[in-house]
Each structure stands twice: as C-alpha cells, then as structure tokens.
C-alpha cells in the first residue's frame, strides 16, 4: 500500500478519535458554560457511546454494498458537521444531539477502514498494518485531545470544537483523493451475522473488548474533575497531563507494532490488561503528589493503548472472510463499553472518592484479561476442529 494512502486513513483515526476523546478534556469547561452538574455532562460521553454501539453494526451491513471511497469519505463530513454544530449549540440538548451525530463518525470510520484495509493486505502484513492504523488514535490522544485543552484554556470549549470539524473537512477531501474507487468488501448479511455470534472465541474476544473500555472509561472520562479534586490539576496543567497520557499511548501503539511481529496479538493483549490493571490498582498511591500523576498517566498509557489494534488483528485471524462484521461488532462493543463506562462513572463520582475512582475500573480490567484468556483457547479450539 503506498504510504501517503496509510498516512491519509490514519489522520482519519487521528480526528476521529480527537473528536471523541475532546470531551473528556473539556468536560469541566462545559459543566461551567452549560450549568450543568459534572454527571451530567459526563453523560455526553455515554450518549455518544450508545450511538456509536448501536450505528457501528447497522451502518456495517447498510453500508457493506458501498464503495469504501465513498463510505470513509462521508463519515468524515459528517464528523465535520457534528463538531462544527457542537461549537454553535447553545443548550445541553444541543449539545447533546450534536454528539450523537458525530458517534456516527465514529461507529462507521474505525471499523469500516480496518476492514477495508485487512482486505487489501496479505495475510502477514495484517496485524502490523492495523496496528499502525491505531496509532492515528493514540497522536489524536498525544496532540489532538490535549490541544483541543488548551484551545479551550485561551478562548473557549466551542472553538475546540471548531478546530475539529474544520479539520476533519479537511481530511475528507484528501480521502477522497487518495482511495481508489470501486474498492468493496464481502456484503453483510444476517447469516453472517449470526456466524459471528455462534462462535464462542469471537463471543469472548468482543466480550474483552467491552470490560476494557469500561475499566478505562469509568477512571479517563472524568480524569478532568478527578485530578483537579485531587491534586488542583486544571488549564494548561490538564493539557500537559493529557500530552503526557498521550505520549505514553503513542509509544505504547508504536511498541505493539514491533511486539506483534515477535510475539503475537494474543501476548501482546494479554500484556496490555495486565498493565492495564497494575496502574489502575496502584493510581490512589500515584495520586498522593502531582508529579506521580504525570507519571501513573505515563505509564497507564503506555501498558495498555496496543490493546484495541491487537483485539482487531485478533478477530480477523480468528475469522477473515467475517472482518467486516467482527470488526464493526468490536467496535459497537467498543463504544457500548464507553457507554457503560461513562454510566457507571457517573454514579461511582457521586458514591466514591475521586481518588479511588480507578479501583471501580480495575474490576472490569480484570474481567476483560479473563475473557481475553477464554477467547483464545476458544479459538484453538474452533481452529483444531476446522482444521
């Protein structure tokens, strides 16, 4: 594949991503301007999350007999138009619907342009090149989310909004040039669908996916008000910690890449909960001083950011001809957990200290290693018996 085609589709991911993750940065920001209380602006997040869990299955099979060119591109202007009319909402409710159009983005451009690529690559370059593709999302948590931040800081949250949906304009013209046309994938249908479903290491492998996001999403959709409860850690001092949250991830991505190649998805996932889980444990010991913080978010970051690449490389190999479907299921489940993430974090703020916030994730981490595990002997299983 020519690199500058990669290249384009990865700052797709890239603003993808910032679109979504910008709210977790801003979410102080909007509690202020909108006057609603944090859980409740918190919920912006869970909002976009069932969106996107519900469109990514359904926009897959609706979408299957369109041309990728044509499909990647329009989620990108719709990703345009959500953010652009987020920074022109002058209610919550406005607000609100805004993100739930712009969890379309989300639901239709990750998965759909992972499964587009696992069909143009062989069969060796395919955990790799969709390793690489998700660093488009962990630079949008480097850059993207941390200056979406600071542009809030100097001027406002709906110019941070602005700055994305410009962007993201942008980034739809130059798919359009650098697709070629007619490219398809295999259609979805029903049956397919329920060949998904009937199969227990692809039951287990969406099911990690899920208990991953949930145990991040409950600690990282309200790292703003919990470092700033904590520590005092707002402005230009949450950017630079969500900079430094970013470059862990970054690197974490790059790493997964060279690991994948020597010890394979499956380690590599295994790895990343474990890291996963570790931090989320010990972040309360972190929180005692600001500069642990800076670091607990280093390190978080850099464990556990390889994890949704591997998830993805995971499912195509446990069934190629299903890519289209298991990837957008994972994806759907991916934001389901986000979705459940923000909900339960909601009511944990008001239950919990912030603080201790990270401990509620940890159960869920841990769930998502034991079905991470189950999946994978399910999958020895289903290969010896095809075999």
């Not at 709210?23 to 976009?48: K, M, N, R």
């Not at 287990?204 to 145990?215: C, F, K």
Request: glycine share 8%; aromatic share 10%.
């Amino acid at each position: 594949m020519p690199p500058q085609r990669l290249f384009v589709l990865i700052a797709g991911n890239f603003f993808v991503a910032t679109s979504f993750l910008s709210v977790g940065g801003l979410l102080s920001d909007i509690s202020a301007s909108l006057q609603v209380p944090i859980e409740q602006a918190g919920l912006l997040i869970a909002a976009f999350g069932i969106a996107a869990a519900v469109c990514a299955p359904t926009l897959a099979t609706l979408g299957s007999r369109i041309d990728r060119r044509k499909l990647l591109t329009g989620s990108m202007a719709v990703c345009a138009i959500a953010n652009l009319l987020a920074a022109l909402s002058q209610s919550y409710e406005h607000l609100l619907l805004a993100r739930v159009l712009a969890a379309v983005t989300s639901a239709v451009y990750t998965p759909q342009v992972a499964a587009t690529l696992s069909m143009l690559m062989p069969e060796k370059e395919r955990a790799p090149t969709l390793a690489k593709l998700m660093v488009g999302w962990s630079v949008g948590a480097v850059l993207g989310n941390p200056l979406s931040v600071l542009i809030a800081s100097v001027s406002s949250w709906r110019m941070s909004f602005a700055f994305i949906g410009i962007s993201s304009a942008v980034i739809a013209f130059f798919i359009w040039r650098s697709l070629p046309a007619n490219v398809m994938v295999p259609p979805l249908n029903w049956h397919r669908w329920f060949q998904v479903l009937r199969s227990p290491a692809l039951r287990y492998l969406t099911a990690a996916t899920m208990l991953s996001n949930v145990g991040s999403v409950v600690m990282m959709s309200y790292i703003a008000p919990i470092v700033g409860s904590v520590q005092g850690i707002s402005g230009a001092a949450l950017a630079l910690l969500l900079f430094v949250a970013g470059v862990g991830s970054l690197l974490g991505n790059l790493l997964s890449v060279r690991m994948v190649r020597i010890y394979g998805a499956t380690v590599v996932a295994y790895r990343c909960n474990i890291s996963s889980a570790v931090m989320l444990l010990l972040w309360p010991l972190f929180s005692l001083w600001v500069a642990t913080i800076y670091v607990a978010q280093f390190l978080w970051s850099l464990g556990s950011s390889g994890f949704p690449a591997v998830q993805q490389a995971r499912l195509v190999a446990v069934a190629p001809m299903l890519a289209a479907a298991t990837i957008a299921l994972n994806s759907s489940v991916t934001y389901l957990g986000i979705a459940v993430g923000a909900s339960i974090g909601a009511t944990a703020w008001t239950l919990v200290p912030p603080r201790f916030m990270s401990w509620v994730g940890f159960v869920f981490v841990l769930g998502a290693l034991t079905c991470s595990v189950l999946g994978e002997r399910a999958a020895q299983k289903e290969a010896g018996a095809s075999a």
